[in-house]
């Protein structure tokens, strides 16, 4: 077990940009930059020693912030925040006073903003090697940024332990009533990168989904997944089903009772034995099938394109700060803002 630090570049404002490489007794190796806390490699291995890595990226750190790659920018296996998903008019009231957040999505606004915490330098606040390798990182997000009321400290914490489950823990803390719905945003190709997901298998536990407006806005109202292109209570082939529908982008509730780590979904594929199990602490798991992703060279020279890759994106309800029966994302003073997922790996 290790945990290694590797200086790639200075940006333009003078901040140190660095890989860490955590590895465990099995030989899984997760590279995680402090740009956009990205996750930018998760390397497995299955018995014949073959190397698997599962999610879309870059062979270098510097690629991530490329014109080319922005202009089109699908947010690969970054950090999002202050607010995951999409929030209304890119506005909501806290305690009858109207904030006006930054519009990045039309007349919406989408993942915390046009340089929301993906784009952000996070600090390094401890790497540790035992009982499991750790890496923390930290963002101070200051009063006003993309719209939002308060400074909040953001502290994210990954671990890999030796059963190949890589987990991430956000904690945060304000000063002022703000809003807070982080989530982190891998596209996962079981394949090493290889062709699409339309040969992965998917099993969602959630019976039903959020309805969304033209923009993919969560509107309030719930619809049962059951007898629909939405019912994933079954192991089911993602061609079969893309055949029938052009894409998903989907908040699907979880059959969870409470905020205990629960098994939320589930993805495997035939061609590289591999299985992923996606636990969370949150109510929401959306599910992405990488429709959008543009046509991109990323690791190895892979060539990626739409349906490259999957989202499977943990958070509470989107635009729940604008929908008062939705669960509250209002984050308060004193109060400690908690989440923490799992994604397990088999081969």
Excluded at 110 to 121: A, C, I, Q, S, T
Excluded at 191 to 205: F, L, M, P, S, W
């Amino acid at each position: 077990m290790s945990v290694k630090k590797k200086y790639c570049y200075t940006d333009n404002s003078g901040q140190d940009i660095y890989l860490f490489t955590l590895t465990n007794l099995s030989g899984t190796e997760v590279l995680i930059t402090n740009y956009g806390a990205i996750i930018t490699s998760f390397c497995i291995t299955n018995k014949e020693g073959v190397v698997n890595d599962i999610v879309l990226g870059f062979d270098k750190v510097e690629d991530y912030t490329n014109d080319s790659y922005l202009a089109h920018y699908p947010w690969f296996g970054c950090t999002v925040g202050r607010n995951a998903n999409r929030i209304k008019n890119a506005q909501f009231v806290i305690d009858e006073k109207e904030y006006l957040l930054s519009k990045n999505n039309g007349n919406d606004h989408l993942h915390g903003g046009v340089n929301g915490f993906d784009k952000k330098v996070w600090q390094l606040i401890k790497t540790e090697e035992t009982p499991v390798n750790s890496l923390e990182l930290k963002y101070i997000s200051p009063d006003g940024e993309e719209g939002y009321p308060g400074k909040l400290d953001v502290t994210i914490r990954f671990e890999l332990n030796n059963e190949n489950e890589l987990s991430y823990e956000y904690s945060a803390y304000c000063d002022r009533p703000t809003v807070v719905n982080l989530t982190h945003h891998s596209y996962f190709n079981l394949n090493n990168g290889a062709g699409t997901i339309k040969d992965h298998e998917v099993r969602i536990y959630g019976s039903s989904v959020l309805d969304q407006d033209d923009n993919l806005v969560a509107n309030g109202d719930l619809s049962p997944v059951a007898n629909t292109e939405f019912d994933f209570h079954e192991f089911t082939l993602m061609g079969e089903r893309l055949s029938k529908i052009a894409e998903y982008d989907k908040s699907f509730v979880g059959d969870k009772n409470a905020v205990s780590l629960s098994l939320m979904a589930e993805v495997r594929s035939a061609i590289s034995g591999v299985l992923l199990q996606v636990y969370s602490t949150e109510p929401i798991i959306h599910f992405y099938s990488g429709k959008w992703i543009p046509v991109i060279t990323g690791k190895k020279g892979i060539r990626y394109g739409p349906f490259s890759g999957l989202c499977l994106e943990t958070h509470k309800h989107p635009n729940a700060i604008n929908i008062s029966h939705f669960p509250d994302t209002v984050l308060r003073p004193g109060e400690i803002y908690f989440t923490k997922t799992v994604y397990k790996v088999f081969t």
